[in-house]
Nanobody
Framework: QVQLVESGGGLVQTGDSLRLSCAAS????????MAWFRQAPGKEREFVAG????????RYSDSVKGRFTISRDNAKNTVSLQMNSLKPDDTAVYYC?????????????????WGQGTQVTVSS
């Protein structure tokens, strides 16, 4: 069973950039679709970005498209989320997730494996 640990969160200002990382252990992520979700206080967990096992296909939510980039390094068992032009609305706990599906789903229920989350706070 794969375990996921996120890192890289922090407090930044509007317009800044952050790079989140997700390190996997207990198994290889090479066979998994990997995704990032986020959850703001009082809101449901929402899909941010996902990438297929080969990295050949990515999917983004409309709210982050053009600003965020998801990537993976199967050899290092890591997934990253480069976040540029951050806005206060991006403030949330960001979670890394893994799924054995073939395509990237945007629904949390399709992902059986989750990290503990990392806080991202964007000040105005």
């Amino acid at each position: 069973q794969v375990q996921l640990v996120e890192s890289g969160g922090g407090l930044v200002q509007t317009g800044d950039s952050l790079r989140l990382s997700c390190a996997a252990s207990g198994g290889t992520i090479s066979a998994y679709v990997m995704a990032w979700f986020r959850q703001a206080p009082g809101k449901e967990r929402e899909f941010v970005a996902g990438i297929t096992w080969s990295g050949g296909s990515t999917r983004y939510s409309d709210s982050v498209k053009g600003r965020f980039t998801i990537s993976r390094d199967n050899a290092k068992n890591t997934v990253s989320l480069q976040m540029n032009s951050l806005k206060p609305d991006d403030t949330a706990v960001y979670y890394c997730a893994a799924s054995g599906t073939v395509v990237v789903f945007a629904t949390p229920g399709q992902y059986p494996y989750w990290g503990q989350g990392t806080q991202v706070t964007v000040s105005s």
